[in-house]
């Protein structure tokens, strides 16, 4: 027997607040038409004002609880994904494990950036199959509204705020690509690049600063890495990409993501696209995409899905589920 860490629930939440692309066009020089073309986002949400990453985050992971029908004291682990933390210290996991009433248990922040979610679920996957906890509540929230320049163009029309929580528990597998839960999980980073995506603050210069990115660059290193990583996850399990059956990617740009599904093999019919509606929420984007997906039905028990994503580090990777 081989212990897998299968899903239990998720949920999601977005703040109320829904940004058009064209509400940048009184203050920028772009346009709907641009923003479309090149990146697919049509709206993001923003966080009102004193509306933190920690609340995002609660509200998400009251959803999932109540998509598991579990208590949050059947809760061993928190792990939050995130580089919008509320505070340098402590750590946002650890608000939201007191705003959920959980005396009992541990919580801690992952900081991957973008893949950050794929981190932290490779994280809980570890925790889970090792014995040291048996339900862990992965989540994902940002405010990247907070690090946006609002004179810059290149960056600040691509991001959102949100939320998102899967949460993983023990069950018995028979060791076979069957099994559901996690299969597998690939990561990387290499820092050699960490100059091409950064934000300009933060304790060394006792200021928050604000996101700086070489676009084009970023988008490169994305359609070589995502599909490689994704591929390699999928080997890992002894499995082929012929065997996917739902792709969750990171949801930075429509057409990083066309790319990468076409790499694999796939039609888009196979993969859930929410950028259009949510700009690219970092961390958030994958557990808001998979709620999302369970939410219009795309998920049923047995299918097999890669999730994959790229962020600032750079840092990359993937991980393969069977639902
Ligand atoms: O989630 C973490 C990972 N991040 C990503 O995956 C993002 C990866 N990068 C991208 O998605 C794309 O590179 C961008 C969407 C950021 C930019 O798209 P692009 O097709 O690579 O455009 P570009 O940077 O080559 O810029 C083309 C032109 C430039 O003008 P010139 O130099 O050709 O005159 C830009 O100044 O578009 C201009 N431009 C804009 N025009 C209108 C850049 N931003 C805008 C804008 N509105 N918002």
Redesign the pocket.
């Known amino acids: 027997m081989t212990v897998r860490a299968v899903v239990r629930g998720v949920g999601h939440y977005l703040p109320e607040r829904v940004v058009p692309n064209a509400e940048?066009e009184d203050s920028?020089?772009?346009?709907d038409e641009?923003?479309r073309a090149?990146?697919g986002i049509e709206q993001r949400h923003f966080a009102a004002e004193g509306e933190t990453t920690s609340d995002l985050a609660v509200h998400a992971a009251n959803s999932a609880l109540r998509n598991a029908g579990l208590e949050a004291s059947e809760i061993d682990a928190i792990i939050l994904a995130t580089s919008t933390a509320d505070l340098t210290f402590p750590s946002a996991a650890t608000m939201v494990q007191s705003e959920l009433g959980m005396a009992n248990g541990f919580a801690f922040d992952v900081q991957a950036?973008?893949a950050g979610f794929v981190f932290a679920l490779a994280n809980a996957n570890a925790l889970i199959i090792s014995g040291q906890a048996n339900r862990v509540m992965v989540i994902g929230a940002e405010t990247f509204s907070r690090i946006m320049d609002w004179n810059d163009?290149?960056?600040?029309?691509?991001?959102g705020d949100g939320a998102g929580a899967l949460i993983l528990e023990a069950q018995n597998g028979a060791g076979s690509t069957d099994d559901r839960g996690i299969l597998s999980t690939d990561l990387n980073s290499d820092g050699r690049y960490r100059d091409i995506?950064y934000v300009d603050g933060g304790v060394s210069t006792q200021s928050t600063g604000f996101l700086r990115?070489q676009?084009?660059?970023?988008?490169r290193h994305?359609v070589e890495k995502l599909a490689k990583t994704a591929r390699t996850a999928v080997e890992k399990a002894g499995l082929t990409t012929d065997d996917i059956d739902l792709i969750v990617p990171?949801q930075?740009?429509l057409?990083?993501i066309k790319s990468t599904t076409q790499k694999l093999g796939h039609s888009m019919d196979d993969v859930v696209v929410t950028v259009q509606n949510h700009g690219?929420t970092?961390a958030a984007?994958i557990p808001l995409a998979l709620s999302v997906a369970q939410g219009e039905g795309r998920t049923s028990e047995g299918d097999l899905l890669v999730t994959e994503?790229?962020?600032?580090g750079l840092a990359w990777g993937a991980v393969v589920l069977r639902w």
């Open positions: 940048f920028l020089d772009t346009s641009w923003i090149r990146t950036v973008c163009r290149t960056t600040c029309v691509l991001f995506l990115m676009g084009k660059e970023v988008f994305a990171h930075a740009n057409r990083i690219n970092s984007s994503a790229i962020g600032g």
